[in-house]
Each structure stands twice: as structure tokens, then as C-alpha cells.
């Protein structure tokens, strides 16, 4: 596979990770006796930043501008890149990526990959989002970089310049130890608002407690999902340079809230302050009676998946994510589903309008409404007749939707303003 699959998705957008918490425990080898402690990215005491994803406001934060190693967070890149080639239907979920002898070769924690077989892009998603597999991250990060790690970790780092994370610097696709890989707290911060606000038909692969890969069940190592109300994913990591690390995204009355915590010397202490970061942001922990969520399904394919379930009612509508296992005709037509002054009732607009026909592409967008600012959810890569079609299945239930053609497609259609 060549090497525009990763280039493309760049000019189309506007770990260690040796996780050895829970049961089973792997030796990290050293980076290099040339890297010391103490100062840089090992520099005593942690790195934190809480920021509402909506606006991206920062609410809280200390030592967020200390270089730090980025571990297992670095797969979060690797996810964003796939995620903008599947949109671009330059792959699917279904595609077969080949795995090398480099791919089978890395350190634990790992599925098992032998060199030569294959894994699908779903597979290696959830494998990545779950247990935070290094054979399949290097392996698809390999396919995105037209079968070199190395390219891909290029492309990686020319598209955290593009978001702004301007201390970031990659190497690989996994977060295996590399002294050049390095980050922030407050460019992670980015690199996971970019992955919430522009694909939210992808965040059902971050709250997936196990799934069944080829017999054996996988088990996700985030503990935020079972033991914080509202948590909805994202991503641990751990070597022994870069120490415990965890970003979380979190979903409450409306509001979503990322937090990032690195460089703490336990799980313990690094899971009881995500949530002392998030209840600062919530304004408190969240009251004991609120409902339980629904799982939302990601297409398993040949395994069964486990959800998420805590004690907190998740707004978003289940995802059958049909359009993005085979590649379809893609339009240029959009269905605008209203706007919002919250972000997550955008997100739930546009993700209940795609499970309502399996159709087009959910999408939200920030705007600027008289002089506020809002958020427009649409379903865009629709063809004329599907634009329709979703409108008058709306219209059916009751909700506005507005049939915007190919020349008029942009995120400033602001007729529908539908909810608070």
C-alpha cells in the first residue's frame, strides 16, 4: 500500500506501551544509557491539564508545557490517522493489513501476530483501543506509512504540527521507548479533542471493555470505564521513563471534558487523579442515582464485543457503522440536522441520524451564530437521494433536517437551530 494513504489524510483534515497494570506484568527494556533521569521528560512530579472539549478551554492545569515521553497515549496519533483514512475510503474496517517480521518483533504487550498473516483494520482498532496491542499498532502504522514505521512516524508528527502540538515529536506508531518521541500534556490534550469533536463515530472504539479476537476474548486495561460515571474512553500508557499515563474523556449533563495526567508513579495515584481532574470540571462527582448506559455496539464482525456500562447515562445513539466496513459511493450532498449550543447534543443529533439509515458520515462542527458560539451536526457524504431520504425519515420522527447541496456544503448553514 503506498504511502499517500497517511499523506492524503493530512491534506484532506481541516505504549511505551508496556501497560503492565491489572494481572500480567512484562520486564520494559531500557531506552539507552545515554538517556538520563531527572530532567526533561523525566523531570520529578507530574503533568496535567483539564480542558471542556467544546471549547477547548483550558480548566485546569500544572506543568502541562513539561516535555514528557508519550507511551502507549502516542496510539491515539496512530487511531487518528486511520480514522481520517476510513473516512477517506482509503481503507475499510474490513481490510486485511499484512503483518511484518518488524510488527511481530516488538516488545509486550502484544497479540501474538504471527509475520505473515494478516489482521483486519478493526481488529487492530480495538485490539489498539483495548489491551493496547504493539504488534497490531506497528503493524497498521507500518500500513499508513505505505509499509514503513518510520514514514508513518513522519507523517504523524507533520500532523500534530497541523493541531498545534507544537513540543511533539514521533518515532513510531506504538509508543515503544524512543528518546526522540517526546509530547506534552497540553499537545495530548489537542490530539484527543481532535479525535472527539472530529470523529465521533469513532469514539464507540475507545469505550469497548473486551472483544473476541480469533477465539480468545481481549479485555480493555482502562479501569476509567468501569470505575468513573460518564467516562467514554481513551487511552492509558506506561514504560518506565515515562511512567503512568492517562487521558480520559468524560460526558455529563451535556458536557464533555478531557483530562490528561502523565508521569505518575502508580495506577493508583494516577486513576485518583483523572477523577479528582474531572469532578473539579463537573464541579463534583456525579450524583449516585443516574441511570445506566446503554452499550453501543461496533459492528464485531466475526467476534462479540463487551461495552462500557457504568453508572451514568450516556446520550449517543448505538452505531451499526455500516458505511464504514465496505467502500460505497460517497456523495457530496449533506443532511443538516440543526445546530446546538452544546457539543454533545450535536454529537448525538448526527450519530442518531446515521444509525437511523446506516447512512453518510456524521459530522460536527463549531460555528459562530449571532454572535455565539454553536455547534451544526450534519451527515455529509450523502447522495441527492439519500439527502432526502434521511430528511423525510426525520421529518417521520418529528426532527428538522435541511438538504444542503454539494456547492452550498459548508458549516455555516445555519437555518435549523434545533435544542439547546
Request: net charge neutral.
Amino acid at each position: 500500500m503506498a504511502a499517500w494513504l497517511c499523506a492524503a489524510a493530512f491534506t484532506a483534515m481541516p505504549a511505551a506501551a508496556k501497560q503492565h497494570h491489572h494481572a500480567t506484568h512484562y520486564a520494559v527494556q531500557p531506552v539507552s544509557s545515554s538517556v538520563p533521569t531527572g530532567y526533561g521528560p523525566t523531570a520529578p512530579g507530574a503533568s496535567t491539564i483539564l480542558i471542556d472539549a467544546q471549547s477547548g478551554q483550558v480548566l485546569d492545569a500544572s506543568g502541562a508545557d513539561t516535555p514528557r515521553y508519550p507511551a502507549s497515549l502516542t496510539k491515539l496519533m496512530t487511531l487518528d490517522l486511520a480514522f481520517q483514512a476510513l473516512r477517506n475510503g482509503q481503507m475499510t474496517l474490513d481490510t486485511q493489513i499484512p503483518v511484518s517480521y518488524h510488527a511481530n518483533s516488538v516488545e509486550p504487550v502484544k497479540l501474538g501476530l504471527a509475520p505473515g498473516s494478516t489482521i483486519a483494520v478493526r481488529d487492530a482498532i480495538l485490539a489498539m483501543t483495548t489491551m493496547s496491542a504493539n504488534d497490531a499498532a506497528t503493524a497498521l502504522g507500518e500500513y499508513l506509512g505505505g509499509g514503513s514505521e518510520d514514514r508513518c512516524g513522519q507523517l504523524m508528527t507533520q500532523r500534530a504540527k497541523q493541531l498545534g502540538m507544537a513540543q511533539t515529536n514521533f518515532a513510531n506508531a506504538s509508543g515503544l521507548p524512543n528518546p526522540d518521541q517526546v509530547t506534552t500534556a497540553r499537545d495530548l490534550s489537542l490530539l484527543a479533542r481532535d479525535i472527539v469533536v472530529n470523529f465521533p463515530e469513532d469514539q464507540q472504539f475507545f469505550e469497548v471493555q473486551s472483544f473476541n479476537f480469533r477465539g480468545r476474548t481481549v479485555y480493555s486495561n482502562n479501569q476509567m470505564l468501569k470505575t468513573y460515571p460518564g467516562a467514554t474512553g481513551m487511552k492509558t500508557g506506561y514504560t518506565d521513563l515515562a511512567r503512568h499515563n492517562l487521558i480520559t474523556s468524560a460526558e455529563r449533563n451535556g458536557h464533555v471534558l478531557i483530562g490528561v495526567v502523565l508521569h505518575e508513579p502508580s495506577w493508583g495515584v494516577t486513576y485518583a487523579q483523572m477523577h479528582t481532574l474531572l469532578d473539579s470540571g463537573f464541579g463534583g462527582p456525579a450524583p449516585t442515582t443516574t441511570t445506566v448506559a446503554a452499550a453501543r455496539p461496533v459492528v464485531p464482525q466475526g467476534g462479540t464485543l463487551q461495552m462500557a456500562s457504568n453508572t451514568h447515562a450516556h446520550s449517543a445513539a448505538p452505531i451499526p457503522a455500516a458505511s464504514r466496513d465496505h467502500a460505497v459511493p460517497m456523495g457530496g450532498w449533506v443532511a443538516q440536522l440543526g445546530v446546538y449550543s452544546h457539543m454533545a447534543k450535536a454529537r448525538t443529533a448526527a450519530l442518531a441520524a446515521h444509525h437511523l439509515r446506516g447512512e453518510g458520515i456524521p459530522r460536527i462542527a463549531k460555528v459562530e451564530a449571532k454572535g455565539h458560539t454553536m455547534w451544526s451536526a450534519q451527515l455529509a457524504g450523502l447522495t441527492s437521494n439519500s439527502a432526502r431520504a434521511t430528511c423525510s425519515a426525520m421529518a417521520a420522527r418529528g426532527s428538522s433536517c435541511k438538504v444542503i447541496p454539494p456547492a452550498a456544503d459548508h458549516l455555516a448553514m445555519l437555518t435549523n437551530t434545533d435544542g439547546t
